[in-house]
């Protein structure tokens, strides 16, 4: 699936380098070459979450492959809206459909998939309404503006949309899929695969896009603790998954503090504070010259 969107958009002609990108920020483009009004109309449709009428592992299955058409639009544009969508498109064949597939693996048919489906939903939802014209959720919001800003660097671009699926989305596809303490185990299982495949994400965003990841990717999940991140030894591999493992047990409590009515409140607040806290970081990063 990786390899054809691949082949796809080295085939597609008419592409642009990020660097000669068009600045319109109108629907059609995003720093690449504008796509059609039935490539517009066809992302629109396949981001229609309305539509998917299925439940459990069929509607996640049906969703996942919404995404990659949608990706494959996008790439094959080398619209920067794809610089997410890439990496997303790539775990999501890699580590969550054979995960979820595996009963051994993840017992309970009835959380498991919903949870994947709850976060992938959340960034349709927010793809159609950037197509339609209408308002997306203020993490997305900052990312989508940020695909339209063709000077800035492709990495930049991509974090931000990884910021807002795992520090605002997940959270909440934690309390909308009805998460409780006995599932823990099977959230880091899924969790823990998609880390396991970071690589996918690095060299995809940097083949296609020209956007090396690698220092943000580090940085957004061990801090202080990037120099200990360097090359692909198994100790670097071990030590990112433990910091995604630990990022994410942020995520799970904000979550499951999601679906206390007393405290909700106050921990949307933190949650909306943590992006945008995170993206100030990413910005100082790349206004230095490290992404």
Not at 25 to 45: H, K, Q, R, W
Not at 280 to 289: F, I, P, T, Y
Request: charged residues 20%; contains cysteine; aromatic residues 8%.
């Amino acid at each position: 699936m990786i390899a054809s969107i691949t082949a796809l958009v080295l085939l597609s002609p008419g592409h642009v380098s990020p660097g000669h990108a068009s600045t319109d920020s109108t629907i059609s483009v995003a720093c690449g070459t504008p796509l059609t009004a039935n490539e517009i109309d066809d992302v629109v449709e396949l981001s229609d979450t309305s539509t998917l009428t299925d439940s459990g592992l069929p509607r996640l299955e049906a969703a996942v492959d919404r995404h990659r058409q949608i990706t494959e639009i996008l790439v094959a544009h080398r619209d920067w809206r794809g610089l997410f969508s890439i990496g997303l498109n790539a775990v999501e064949y890699e580590a969550v459909l054979p995960l979820q597939r595996d009963p051994a693996a993840l017992p309970d048919r009835t959380w498991s998939p919903e949870v994947s489906y709850d976060l992938l939903a959340r960034y349709l939802r927010n793809v159609h309404a950037e197509f339609t014209g209408t308002p997306t959720d203020p993490a997305w919001a900052n990312y989508f503006a940020l695909t339209k800003q063709c000077s800035s660097s492709p990495a930049r671009v991509a974090m931000a949309g990884y910021n807002a699926h795992l520090t605002v989305d997940l959270a909440h596809a934690v309390d909308s899929s009805g998460t409780n303490p006995e599932n823990i185990p099977d959230f880091y299982r899924i969790v823990d695969s998609i880390a396991v495949k970071g690589d996918s994400i690095v060299t995809l965003t940097k083949s296609l896009y020209n956007g090396d990841l690698g220092p943000l990717w580090r940085f957004y999940f061990v801090g202080e603790g990037l120099d200990l991140l360097v090359g692909n030894d198994q100790p670097s591999r071990t030590l990112l998954r433990a910091a995604d493992s630990g990022y994410n047990t942020i995520t799970l409590a904000h979550g499951f503090a999601l679906q206390n009515p007393q405290v909700r409140g106050a921990t949307e607040q933190q949650i909306d504070g943590l992006w945008r806290v995170t993206d100030s970081a990413l910005q100082v990063l790349s206004d230095l010259g490290g992404l």
